[in-house]
């Protein structure tokens, strides 16, 4: 729903628009990106767990509204050893009381929030400067 909702918090861009631009920016970086998105928990879940076999770098989510409730991401998010970046398009301070309370950021290397679509570039140059300070 991203570009449909709530327009005045979120912007107009879709999902899909962020993609481009996300990949767009990044041209000239040495990374692959790899998008999954679903409105299901437990697909979400069984995507994090997934990651345990693969061979990545960080993983960079949005959890949305299961930032705030979903025990089930916080657990799956727990196994990973690799950093894990969470980003909102809005500043979530700013928000209800109840989006302030991150359960799944307990896990996460970094957050970022309140950065729109740059939130994604942003995290993965995040990522990938700290990759090459090491």
């Given at each position: ?39 299901i928990e437990g697909e979400i879940v069984d995507r994090i767990q997934q990651f345990i076999k693969e061979d ?66 942003l995290a993965v140059l995040s990522d990938h400067l700290a990759e090459k300070k090491q």
């Amino acid at each position: 729903m991203v570009g449909t909702r709530e327009p005045e918090k979120y912007g107009t861009k879709t999902l899909e628009e962020i993609k481009s631009y996300t990949q767009r920016k990044l041209s000239d970086k040495d990374v692959s990106l790899e998008w999954y998105q679903s409105n299901i928990e437990g697909e979400i879940v069984d995507r994090i767990q997934q990651f345990i076999k693969e061979d990545f770098e960080a993983l960079i989510i949005n959890p949305g509204a299961y930032s705030h409730t979903s025990v089930a991401i916080y657990d799956a998010l727990k196994i990973l050893t690799k950093p894990i970046i969470e980003v909102h398009l809005t500043n979530i301070h700013s928000r209800e009381e109840f989006r302030q309370t991150l359960l799944t950021g307990k896990v996460a290397s970094k957050i970022m929030c309140g950065l729109g679509q740059e939130a994604y570039f942003l995290a993965v140059l995040s990522d990938h400067l700290a990759e090459k300070k090491q």
